[in-house]
T-cell receptor, first 111, second 113 residues
Framework: SQQGEEDPQALSIQEGENATMNCSYK?????LQWYRQNSGRGLVHLIL?????REKHSGRLRVTLDTSKKSSSLLITASRAADTASYFC???????????FGTGTRLQVFP | EAQVTQNPRYLITVTGKKLTVTCSQN?????MSWYRQDPGLGLRQIYY???????DKGDVPEGYKVSRKEKRNFPLILESPSPNQTSLYFC????????????FGPGTRLTVT
């Protein structure tokens, strides 16, 4: 399987703290996306970073991409209880039209 | 409202009884796909479609069929469901290729006894 791996599997923090989750993948990619899923619901797109980009910001989200290490990180700054969810990275491998999801990081933010 | 709809949302069925889960999107997206989500395994792509009459296998296509006769619809067919197909299924759509975000449906929880 070309599935990505998120790390850590689970993360618990207090409101106001920053949350960092990492994603590693196996093949060359066109882009990498991050999604959020509230318990049992559909996924919601957060941010997309292309293979020629190194960093991208969107509000309290910061994504980095290191194609030489085949890894990405998602940083959520000043977390809120409402950020409690599972976060998935998804890669679009080069030369395919598949979308490969990782196993996810479960984030719990305590008020 | 731009959305992806799936029906049914919940389904309990028995082994071997053919079923279809419908998926429809109103965003004129070319790309549509089906995923299954199982604990500890994340989301795995079953089938995807780049456009009408164009479908291709994802990572776990065994036991499933799809069709894309119209741009807006992408039904998932289980001809002879088995208990190992008990899962949470998601349909998603997006613009051509994967340089664009995918919009997900609300999910269909399927139990096969």
């Amino acid at each position: 399987s070309q599935q990505g791996e998120e790390d850590p599997q689970a993360l618990s923090i207090q409101e106001g703290e920053n949350a960092t989750m990492n994603c590693s993948y196996k093949t060359s990619i066109n882009n990498l996306q991050w999604y959020r899923q509230n318990s049992g619901r559909g996924l919601v797109h957060l941010i997309l970073i292309r293979s020629n980009e190194r960093e991208k910001h969107s509000g309290r989200l910061r994504v980095t991409l290191d194609t030489s290490k085949k890894s990405s990180s998602l940083l959520i700054t000043a977390s809120r209880a409402a950020d409690t969810a599972s976060y998935f990275c998804a890669t679009g491998p080069r030369n395919t039209d598949k979308l490969i999801f990782g196993t996810g990081t479960r984030l719990q933010v305590f008020p | 409202e731009a959305q992806v709809t799936q029906n049914p949302r919940y389904l309990i069925t028995v082994t071997g009884k053919k079923l279809t889960v419908t998926c429809s999107q109103n965003m004129n997206h070319e790309y549509m796909s089906w995923y299954r989500q199982d604990p500890g395994l994340g989301l795995r792509q079953i089938y995807y479609s780049m456009n009408v009459e164009v479908t291709d296998k994802g990572d776990v296509p065994e036991g499933y069929k799809v069709s894309r006769k119209e741009k807006r619809n992408f039904p998932l067919i289980l001809e002879s469901p088995s208990p190992n197909q008990t899962s949470l299924y998601f349909c998603a759509s997006g613009r051509t290729g994967l340089s664009y975000e995918q919009y997900f449906g609300p999910g269909t929880r399927l139990t096969v006894t």
